[in-house]
């Protein structure tokens, strides 16, 4: 009997120190640009227990079904997707602490007949709390990104994502900064939401890899159409990604 992420090259997580910062949006659409533009299996589990994001950003409701006691992940556009929001009703409020958190995070990762993949993104719930924590317990992870608003206290609570990280030993692989300018869209000019990147400035202070920075584009949020901004911003995230993924 193989381990259930044995056929799993890369294992990666994308977290964040607060919530709102767009951190499920940016796993979304690094998991699509990494099959879109390098032709990858990809699979993307929302381990957030108590506030599913997945179900809502691909529009999928459905229940997944069980096959020979795995649980079959939801498959659209290429990703195999998996989520407590598609386990249980999207109304009900998850009142689970301890021992029942951590049942569930082991169900979602191990559970789950993932198959052959060349990449296992992982959206974090926001924080250093119980799920990051036995998830970087349980699983090898071949890096983690941390992203962060150029708000400082985003930033300072993100800044403890990256110490928790290296503290356990995961490579930190860099931070990527979100909302961080508007485009007009009558000249596309950008303009800045604030003087300068501080996420930017903190990555250069302490010699940390900086991925790259996202727009503030309503259509990563509802399905629209993708600005060409952020799906440049992508693509050059990805493209530093990539050499840091184990191929074989």
Do not use: Y
């Amino acid at each position: 009997m193989h381990h259930p992420l044995s056929l799993v090259k890369n294992v990666i997580s994308v977290s964040s120190g607060k919530g709102g910062v767009g951190k499920s949006t940016i796993a979304f659409h690094l998991a699509h640009t990494l099959i879109d533009d390098h032709s990858l299996r990809v699979g993307l589990l929302d381990a957030d227990i108590h506030g599913p994001s997945l179900p809502t950003l691909m529009g999928l409701m459905e229940k997944p079904q069980i096959v020979e006691n795995k649980i079959v992940p939801l498959l659209k556009d290429g990703l195999k997707a998996m989520s407590m929001g598609f386990l249980v009703d999207p109304q009900s409020a998850l009142i689970w602490r301890g021992l029942m958190v951590q049942k569930a995070i082991k169900q979602l990762l191990f559970d789950v007949e993932w198959g052959n993949l060349d990449v296992l993104v992982i959206d974090m719930p926001p924080g250093t709390g119980d799920i990051p924590l036995t998830i970087n317990q349980l699983v090898p992870l071949s890096g983690g990104i941390v992203v962060s608003t150029s708000d400082p206290l985003s930033l300072v609570d993100g800044v403890k994502g990256v110490a928790m990280l290296k503290k356990m030993g995961i490579p930190f692989w860099g931070f990527i900064e979100n909302m961080a300018h508007l485009v007009c869209p009558q000249c596309e000019t950008h303009i800045s939401l604030s003087h300068d990147s501080l996420v930017e400035k903190e990555a250069v202070r302490v010699g940390d890899a900086f991925l790259g920075s996202i727009p503030f584009d309503q259509g990563l949020r509802f399905g629209g159409a993708m600005m060409a901004s952020s799906k440049d911003a992508f693509k050059d995230i990805v493209r530093k990604v990539i050499p840091l993924l184990k191929q074989g």
